[in-house]
């Protein structure tokens, strides 16, 4: 048996690199147990920022002077690096959005509307978030498809075995799935999915917000057609995301957003789209945000993944540890080898607001609420849930003001 | 005083507890049903009017926070004895008043779920049109 040593997260050195770790909250330093809903910058990801718009900033793309052209080299090497990261075949299958919602968005609106009709099946899971759920609902009410979700099991993990009878609810079209639930963490079986997809002649569309921050990617490995992401969850700036697609699905696709960029040429009888992947960039885009994203894509490589995830497994399993002294609260989720760094639970007869604003008062800064997955939470029988999650900041000290926290709300208010 | 207490002061406590007015009223002369969209509380309230549209009896059901759940208990004793018409129109000022506690603008929502529940019930009950800022939206997302 071969041997592998984990590289060891050097996590007080990497929080010297966070200034948000030096505030304090009501006197105590912050524990940001948020992580799953946005990190925080280290200064490496605002410097380069910084720098950028104080020596390199100019619109991109059209300008022939030597700032526009410092600029655009900024903007598509970003767009190298988020394609590396994801080990895309090509950086012409990377598309810059506002956001991995709207990238989400992208695909059902530009693919879905000409692809989906009556007799499709478009199939997402009980453990989406909203921003994946919602645009295939709202196209598959548009064009007469029939919308089916797969259902979760005890554990929080899909049951792939009512996929059977999914498929008899006509032709298969559009099979759409985080890799990583941003509610529970469980970490999904995209390449399974992505196999019974193809098999029916589907594409396979893969939301990958929530695991790009904290394992490695690899589109041709998941065998996808499409994947999106987003900066503000893996140390770069908000206001940006990708999405990655297959070449000859995005030359096929309509246009999403119109204008700007994206044109070709325009007269009052015809007008033409732009080559990959500026057919879908319209507008001015985000460029100071793409740089920052790009800055973010080094640091958490340089970080290392492997070593991330390991980080977060291993203080997932510490929660759940100290959170088994506690008989009244109820955890929800699979177990810690198949979750990414996250942790949902519930405070028996405390509601999840009331517990979140105890631990507020401790400056442990954790999410109560859906969490942006009304149907999980109602598969769960809750209204809300609260959530832990982790980063490559995130230490032990923190968990144990967390629990102390929970303690402390279940005793006054339970 | 912590700010524990200054939140969870002991008479919100008791209404959280001990909920005044807890169970919906059958049959019912007014009725609705709310969310927060923020935690996906839900709440249902159910009133019966006596002579000249005095709301006589009212009953509330639901699940939320310990702040959602006693405002709208001292809410629904605070209009027993009023009209409808009266409390349609009542301040939220005058609920917040009464809890007499600091709110964020997140908990604030928590804290006037339960009015703005209330009056849509009233609204419906004496078909007057809702307050423009609520804005419905007349086309949802209906899947067969």
């Known amino acids: 048996m071969a041997v592998t040593t984990q590289p060891k997260l050097d996590t007080e050195r990497l929080r010297a690199d966070f200034a948000v770790f030096d505030e304090l909250v009501n006197g105590k330093p912050v524990a940001y147990l948020d992580s799953a809903a946005s990190t925080q910058k280290p200064r490496q990801v605002l410097d380069v920022m910084r720098d950028f718009y104080e020596h390199s900033y100019a619109n991109v793309h059209r300008g022939v002077y030597r700032l526009a052209e410092r600029a655009t080299t900024g903007y598509e090497t970003a767009r190298r690096k988020v394609a590396a990261y994801v080990n895309a075949p090509s950086e012409r299958e990377v598309i810059f959005t506002r956001s991995a919602t709207e990238s989400l968005n992208l695909v059902a609106y530009a693919w879905g509307l000409d692809n989906l009709g009556e007799g499709d099946v478009v199939v997402v899971t009980d453990l989406e978030h909203h921003s994946s759920f919602v645009p295939w609902q709202y196209v598959a009410g548009r064009t007469g498809a029939a919308f089916r979700v797969i259902p979760i099991d005890e554990a929080g993990e899909l049951r792939l075995d009512a996929l059977e009878e999914i498929e008899r609810d006509g032709n298969v079209k559009v099979v759409a799935s985080n890799l990583v639930s941003n509610a529970l963490g469980t970490v999904n079986p995209i390449q399974a999915l992505s196999s019974w997809a193809h098999e029916r002649g589907a594409i396979m569309v893969v939301d990958a917000a929530q695991a790009a921050p904290h394992r490695r990617l690899d589109v041709q490995a998941l065998d996808c057609e499409f994947l999106a992401l987003s900066s503000h969850k893996m140390c770069g700036p908000t206001g940006i995301g990708a999405l990655w697609g297959r070449r000859e699905l995005l030359e096929a696709m309509s246009p999403f957003n119109l204008g700007g960029e994206m044109i070709r040429s325009v007269s009052a009888e015809r007008t033409t789209w732009n080559e990959l992947p500026y057919k879908f960039e319209a507008g001015t885009p985000a460029i100071a945000e793409a740089v920052g994203f790009g800055a973010a894509v080094d640091y958490v490589s340089e970080v290392g993944l492997d070593a991330i995830a390991q980080h977060e497994q291993e203080l997932v399993e510490y929660t759940l540890e100290r959170l088994a002294e506690l008989p009244w609260i109820e955890t929800y989720g699979p177990p810690p080898a198949r979750r990414a760094g996250i942790v949902s639970l519930n405070v028996e007869g405390v509601h999840p607001h009331d517990v979140a604003q105890v631990l507020d008062w401790e400056g442990v800064a954790v999410r109560a609420g859906h969490h942006c997955t009304q149907p999980l939470m109602t598969k769960l029988g809750v209204s809300a849930t609260i959530r832990a999650s982790f980063y490559l900041y995130s230490i032990r000290e923190e968990v144990d003001r967390f629990v102390e926290g929970l303690d402390r709300a279940k005793k006054s208010l339970g | ?144």
């Open chain 2, 1 to 144: 005083m912590s700010e524990f207490d200054q939140l969870y002061r002991e008479l919100i406590l008791d209404h959280y507890k001990n909920p005044r007015n807890h169970g919906l009223l059958e049959p019912a002369d007014a009725h609705a049903e709310g969310q927060n969209p923020l935690c996906g509380d839900e709440l249902a309230v159910t009133v019966r009017f006596g002579d000249g549209d005095v709301i006589e009896e009212i009953g509330f059901d639901g699940r939320g926070c310990a702040i959602s759940q006693a405002a709208t208990s001292m809410l629904s004793d605070l209009v027993k004895g009023r009209t409808a018409e009266h409390v349609a129109a009542m301040p939220s000022q005058e609920l917040l008043d009464e809890l007499g506690i600091p709110l964020t603008p997140v908990r604030l929502k928590c804290a006037i779920l339960g009015l703005g529940v209330l009056k849509l019930a009233l609204h419906k009950a004496k078909g007057t049109p809702l307050p423009e800022e609520w804005g419905t939206s007349s086309r949802d997302l209906v899947l067969e």
